[in-house]
């Protein structure tokens, strides 16, 4: 199927002709323009570099751009394929004839779901460059963001197989560009792929490893859900599109590789070697440190004859991966269920970017039925890297109306909500002090814990006995002041730990309950970034004090004086001179008000 058509006839699509540059200007047009309602995909028909003068091959961005999109690729909507999933899970014994032989035709239809290996060559491989010929530089591949380490292909279909060859895995994993080639793996030790290597450098073997850009755009969606591990990712595109995967070998190595992808890097990872990869913007909205990573030393490069470079963009929040993270929300809601039974919904707030905030709705049945619920989440597959969990019962309101459901939350709140505990996070996560695990934070909202409101001050009035006490509190507003718990976040121009900040304001303990410090640079007006902003910043057994029912949350940035030692990120920010350039030349809109609610510039 031509998706790029069928975006375009579902006006989903927008074509733009003028030379635009890889580094930065396609990323920031592309991260400016899914962020604005009735965002479209970007389909750049002219990329250009203007320091060297090249030019290359067209460059799509945002094919994941909205919900009607994304249901246009699948072909159905995520419920649909969940509720599938449910009755393979639990299927009901056939009452007569005709539902038996419905049941064994369906079973019979499910042998689709393996993918087929076909004999030749594919679509992919029409045109080839071979050894030396092979140029990684030749590739449109995009520079985000202004601190980048260089250039990351970011929608690279990642294919390994095990050291025996039984095992294969599809992953998407970010891949920085050294040189003609080289190509950095990034790799996250929790990931297959990491895996995999692990094995092959047991063995003393080179790795191989073949990367896939466009093509079937589900391969992508495909490659980054949470599957069990030792399951291929494209056993699930078989299930949707009920029909197989079509793949073929690649030229250079052992790795089969869909036959209609756009392009396909080939090559090998000396697992003696790594080499330093980064700073990049990811997903979380801040750039991840300079850190060693394999390399793969690239053997071929093949396309398609009129092939389009996939790329995404990540960043602050929402992007692209909004929309594949709701579907990946949807579709596995019956698989979590096998850890969960009584789990009855869950949602991941796109701006707690995924694994930094969920909220579960679970039939409780028994008492701290919630908090049993969030070690079984903290121990199962990606969900364990989920940083900030809070559970409802069945009375709560729906989970995706998050204003009611904060008040229903707040209005239960107290000191018996809160389990804190402490285990594995991504690798992406820059609060913890240690890469890879930190703290993490429950609160159970099943039942009423609440035994504490404040008397509720006007913001001016709080303001002034916080700044009687410590005048560096800047600036203060409260939130959802007609609850039990209001939520009051405070500026504060740091001059000593957060600790010390609210044994002094715990002098005026009758006037707040639950205290959300943050640095100067928040936008106090603007509760969608604070929150994306909290959730990242703290890591619950550091961050969070708690005094009879008063609670503290240190948000702000960490230095050693807390122990911190990793050294404390940037954000990622739009270049502001390339955004204005952007506009002058028609390629993104002047929308101040969209600006400033996302923060593009910081």
Same mark, same amino acid.
């Given at each position: ?168 895995? *599809? ?157 990946? &929300? ?37 008492? #701290?039925? #919630? ?26 309101? &729906? ?10 939350? *707040? ?192």
């Amino acid at each position: 199927m031509d998706y790029i058509k069928l975006l375009k006839e579902n006006n989903l699509l927008r074509v733009i002709d003028e030379p635009t540059d890889i580094d930065l200007e396609i990323a920031h047009a592309s991260y400016i323009e899914v962020k604005r309602e009735g965002s479209q995909a970007l389909l750049f028909t002219n990329p250009i570099c203007k320091k060297t003068g090249r030019k290359f091959a067209p460059v799509l961005t945002n094919i994941y751009g909205s919900k009607h999109a994304l249901e246009l690729i699948f072909g159905l909507k995520p419920n649909e394929i969940a509720d599938e999933i449910e009755k393979l899970l639990k299927p009901k014994k056939p009452r007569n004839l005709k539902e038996k032989l419905d049941f064994l035709t369906y079973l019979f239809n499910m042998r689709k779901i393996f993918t087929k290996r076909l004999k030749g060559e594919g679509e992919c491989q029409q045109v080839k460059f071979i050894g030396e010929d092979a140029d990684l530089l030749s590739l449109p591949a995009l520079k985000t963001w202004p601190h980048d380490g260089g250039a990351f292909i970011t929608m690279g279909q990642v294919y390994t197989q095990s050291l025996d060859g039984a095992l294969q895995n *599809l992953g998407m994993y970010r891949l920085q560009i050294y040189d003609k080639n080289r190509l950095g793996m990034h790799w996250q030790i929790h990931k297959d792929g990491a895996n995999f290597f692990h094995e092959y450098k047991r063995a003393g073997k080179k790795m191989p490893v073949s990367v896939a850009i466009g093509g079937d755009p589900l391969y992508i969606w495909c490659g980054q859900a949470p599957l069990p591990k030792g399951i291929f990712e494209l056993l699930l595109y078989g299930f949707i599109r009920k029909e197989p995967a079509k793949l073929v070998k690649s030229l250079t190595n052992e790795i089969y590789i869909p036959y209609d992808a756009d392009y396909v890097i080939e090559g090998f990872v000396d697992t003696a070697k790594c080499e330093l990869e980064g700073p990049f913007g990811d997903h979380t909205g801040f750039y991840t440190p300079i850190e060693p990573f394999p390399v793969m030393d690239v053997t071929a490069i093949t396309s398609k004859r009129e092939p389009i470079f996939h790329a995404t963009v990540v960043g602050k929040p929402p992007l692209e991966d909004k929309y594949m993270g709701w579907a990946t &929300e949807r579709v596995f809601l019956p698989l979590l269920r096998t850890t969960v039974p009584e789990l009855l919904d869950y949602n991941m707030p796109e701006n707690g970017v995924f694994h930094n905030l969920i909220l579960a709705k679970i039939n409780t049945l028994y008492p #701290a039925h #919630a908090k049993q619920a969030m070690h079984a989440f903290w121990g199962v597959g990606q969900m364990s890297f989920v940083k900030h969990a809070i559970f409802v019962g069945a009375d709560a309101p &729906e989970l995706k109306d998050y204003d009611e459901f904060t008040s229903f939350v *707040l209005n239960r709140f107290g000191s018996q909500s809160v389990l804190i505990s402490q285990g594995v996070c991504d690798q992406l996560d820059h609060a913890s002090p240690n890469s890879c695990f930190g703290g993490k934070l429950g609160v159970d909202a099943t039942q009423d814990f609440c035994k504490f409101s404040p008397v509720v001050l006007n913001d001016s009035e709080l303001l002034a006995k916080f700044q009687s006490v410590t005048p560096n509190v800047k600036e203060l507003k409260q939130f959802k002041v007609d609850t039990k718990t209001p939520i009051c976040v405070v500026k504060f121009k740091k001059d000593c730990v957060v600790k010390d900040l609210f044994d002094k304001l715990l002098t005026f303990r009758e006037f707040f309950k639950l205290l959300i410090v943050v640095d100067m640079q928040n936008h106090l007006e603007n509760p969608y970034m604070l929150l994306w902003r909290v959730t990242n910043n703290i890591d619950a057994l550091r961050d969070i004090f708690i005094d009879g029912e008063n609670f503290c949350v240190d948000a702000t940035s960490k230095d050693e004086c807390e122990g911190y030692t990793r050294g404390w990120p940037l954000q990622t920010d739009c270049d502001r001179e390339v955004v204005a350039d952007l506009i002058k030349r028609g390629i993104v809109k002047d929308e101040s008000e969209l600006f400033k609610k996302f923060e593009i510039f910081g």
